[in-house]
């Protein structure tokens, strides 16, 4: 069974430019998570999906960042413009049970490297 | 809020010694607490969770944590380190409502493990 899969795994801007990067969660996996981790910081969460439903976005940093789930599959997070701050690794991750969230496993993607020069 | 605490950046070990990865947490409810292992080029794996059964839980490759609320702690211990075991260490904890599952990490401890 394939795993949390990201893309690209490297991404350098430049500041005001716009970057998309993209999550595919483990077949069948309703939840899907965006985290994010500024270099020498804790990993942070951003959004939570329940199939194709934002169940929480308290994580959002700003309107740069939009999520989109089209369908409840993949998962796309748009940053327009980028700023420097903005650079860190961002992990996807996805989890199966619907209704437990809590106690189901969260599988994680490698991440994607964003540098935003 | 929920908050996490693993003290220090780096622990090394010489290899077949005991590994100790501490992390302390704070929650207004009572926690589900994770460990999560990242190799390089890898995602997160997760090594345990306690989710409220028995409060020494046994996770893969010979890892274990005890959760003790007394001292809201959760740490990581291996009795004997191998070279396999040097990545980067996380603890999360979330809360135990069902559908909020958002985990809140700690810094995060790079294991190093000496022949």
């Known amino acids: 069974e394939a795993g949390v899969t990201q893309f690209p795994s490297h991404s350098v801007i430049e500041k005001g430019q716009t970057v998309t990067l993209r999550c595919d969660p483990i077949?069948?996996?309703?939840?899907l998570y965006w985290y994010r981790r500024v270099m020498g910081k804790e990993i942070k969460f951003l959004l939570h999906?329940?199939?194709?439903?934002?169940?929480?976005e308290s994580g959002m940093p700003n309107n740069r960042f939009l999520a989109e789930r089209t369908g409840g599959t993949y998962s796309t997070l748009k940053v327009q413009p980028a700023e420097l701050e903005d650079s860190g690794v961002y992990f996807c991750?996805?989890?199966?049970?619907?209704?437990?969230?809590?106690?189901?496993?969260?599988?994680f993607g490698p991440g994607t490297r964003l540098t935003v020069l | 809020a929920q908050s996490v605490t693993q003290l220090g950046s780096h622990v090394s070990v010489s290899e077949g010694a005991l590994v100790l990865l501490r992390c302390n947490y704070s929650?207004?409810?009572?926690?589900?607490l994770f460990w999560y292992v990242q190799y390089p080029n890898q995602g997160l794996q997760l090594l345990l969770k306690?989710?409220?059964?028995?409060?020494l839980v046994k996770g893969i490759n010979g890892f274990e944590a005890e959760f003790k609320k007394s001292e809201t702690s959760f740490h990581l211990t291996k009795p004997s380190a191998h070279m396999s075991d040097a990545a980067e260490y996380f603890c999360?904890?979330?809360?135990?409502?069902?559908?909020?599952?958002?985990?809140?990490f700690g810094k995060g401890i790079t294991l190093s493990v000496r022949p």
């Open positions: 991750a996805s989890s199966h049970d619907p209704v437990d969230t809590s106690t189901d496993t969260q599988y």
């Open positions: 077949s069948g996996h309703d939840n």
């Open positions: 999906f329940v199939k194709e439903s934002k169940q929480d």
């Open positions: 929650s207004s409810v009572p926690p589900y």
């Open positions: 306690y989710t409220s059964a028995a409060t």
């Open positions: 999360a904890v979330s809360r135990p409502t069902g559908a909020n599952s958002k985990l809140t």
